[in-house]
C-alpha cells in the first residue's frame, strides 16, 4: 500500500506546491485546521452519508488532506504551535487586537518573529 499510494501522493503534493509555494506560511496551524476541516465535511456526505459530490471526489480530498498533514507537522516542528491557541478566534471571524497581542501577530495578521524564535528554511516538498 505504501509503495504504491506514497508515491502518487508525494507528486500531487510537489505539483499542487508549484502553484502555492509556502502560502501556508501566512495562516500557520490554524489555516491548515480550517482547510481539514471544511473537506473533512465535504468526505462525511461522501463517506458517511452516501451523498455524491459534483466537485472534487473522495480520493481529491484524502490527497489533500496528506498535504494538509504534512503540511502541519511541517508547522509544528517548525515552532508554529502557538500561532492559534484554543478559542484564539472571535465568534465575528476576526481577530482582536488582544488576541493578535497573544498569538504574536501584527495587525496585518501576519506572524511576528520574537526574539527568542530561530527561522528555518522554507520547506522542500522533494523525496
Do not use: C
Not at 12 to 26: C, H, I, P, T, W
Not at 40 to 69: C, R, T, V, Y
Not at 93 to 114: F, M, P, W, Y
Amino acid at each position: 500500500m505504501v509503495s504504491d499510494i506514497l508515491p502518487s501522493l508525494v507528486q500531487r503534493l510537489q505539483s499542487k506546491a508549484e502553484d502555492y509555494g509556502n502560502v501556508f506560511m501566512e495562516l500557520g496551524l490554524g489555516g491548515q485546521y480550517s482547510d481539514m476541516h471544511r473537506k473533512m465535511h465535504k468526505l462525511k456526505q461522501a463517506m458517511w452519508e452516501g451523498k455524491h459530490l459534483k466537485g472534487e471526489q473522495p480520493d481529491e480530498i484524502l490527497s489533500d488532506l496528506f498535504g494538509n498533514i504534512l503540511i502541519s507537522l511541517y508547522l509544528y516542528g517548525y515552532g508554529e504551535t502557538d500561532q492559534r491557541p484554543a478559542g484564539a478566534q472571535s465568534f465575528s471571524g476576526q481577530d482582536t487586537d488582544a488576541q493578535r497581542a497573544s498569538t504574536g501577530r501584527a495587525k496585518g495578521g501576519k506572524r511576528q518573529q520574537t526574539a527568542d524564535e530561530v527561522r528555518l528554511s522554507p520547506p522542500s516538498f522533494d523525496v
